[in-house]
C-alpha cells in the first residue's frame, strides 16, 4: 500500500511542473531515453536552460539518469513515481500534448531517432568486412555457445559423452535439469569434477563410449563433441548414444571430416582419421536413429586442424 508523500515532497514535485520547457522535457523523456545535447537539439534551447531544468526535475524525483561514456542519459523516473505524481503526472501531460511547441518537440525527437537509426546502419556498413573478427576480439565467441546451450528445454536430462574436462557440462549444467559426462579418462574426470564442484544435478561416469554407464532410455539429449573419433569400434559408440535416448531424443555429434594426416591423428591419439558424411549416416540409421542430417562446419579462420562437421539425429519411436 502506497504511503501519503510529504507536503513539502508534494509541493516540490508540482512546482517542478509549474514550467512549459519542464513538461515539454518529460513528455520527451517518457518517449525516449536522451541526452542533454539531443535534448537542446529537439526543444532548441541552450544547455545552460536544458541542464537547469533537469536538475530541477531531478532534484524532485521526476527523472532519473545515468552514465553512458563520456555523457548522461535522462529518462522519466516512471517506476519510481508514487501513485499521487503518475496521476498528476497524467493530467498535465495530456494537456502538454496540445501544444504547438510540443507537436513541434515531436517531430524533432523523430527525426532524431531517425539519425540515431541511420548512424547504427552506417556503422555496421562499414564494419561488415571486419564485425566478426572485432566481436571474437572484444567478446570471444563463448557467449554465442551459451545462448544456444538457453535454448535448451530446462526439464532435460542431456548427457556429454566424452565429456574431457567438463567445459560444455558446465555450460549446460546452467541451462537444464540434469547433466551425465563421461569419460574414459580419470584425468580428465578429475579435472572435470574441479570445474563443476558442488553442483548436484551433475553426475560424470568413468566408462567407454561403446560401453555407456548410463541406463536405457534416460536422456533426452546426448552430445559427443570431438570425442567418437577416440572410439575404436564408432558403430558400437553410436549404437550405445541412441540405447540412452528417450524415444524422440536429439543426438549431436560434432567431429573431423576425412583427412590424410596420420601425424594429427597420432598426435591427438585418434583411432581414426574423420568420418564421411554417407558412411556417418549410415551408421546413425543402423543405430536406430531417424531424422539424420550431416553437414560441415564452417572453418574458424584461426583454425589449423581438420574441417569438422555437425551431425543430428533423433532416436526413432
Known sequence: MNTAAPPRQLVGRMEALADPVRLRLLRLLERQELGVAELCEIVQLPQSTVSRHLKQLSDQGWVTSHRAGTSNLYRLAADELDEAPRALWGVVREEAARWPSSRQDDLRLAHRLEERRRESLSFFAGAAAS????????????????????????EWTVADLGCGTG???????????????????????AAARERVAGLSHVELLEGDLAELPIEDATCDAALMVLS???APHPAAALAELARVLKPGGRAAIVDLLPHDSDDLRHRLGQAGRGFAPASLRAMLHR??????????????PDARGPALFLATANRRA
Do not use: C, I, K
Not at 570471444?140 to 546451450?149: E, I, P, S, T, W
Not at 560444455?168 to 580419470?186: H, N, T, Y
Not at 543405430?287 to 574458424?300: C, E, K, Y
Open 167 to 189: 567445459a560444455l557440462v558446465a555450460e549446460l549444467a546452467g541451462a537444464v535439469r540434469r547433466v551425465v559426462g563421461v569419460d574414459q579418462s580419470a584425468e580428465m574426470l
Open 228 to 230: 567418437l573419433a577416440y
Open 131 to 154: 564485425w566478426d573478427a572485432l566481436r571474437a576480439e572484444l567478446f570471444g565467441d563463448g557467449f554465442v555457445r551459451a545462448a544456444l546451450v538457453a535454448l535448451l528445454p530446462t
Open 287 to 300: 543405430a536406430g536413429m531417424n531424422g539424420v542430417t550431416v553437414r560441415p562446419l564452417p572453418p574458424d
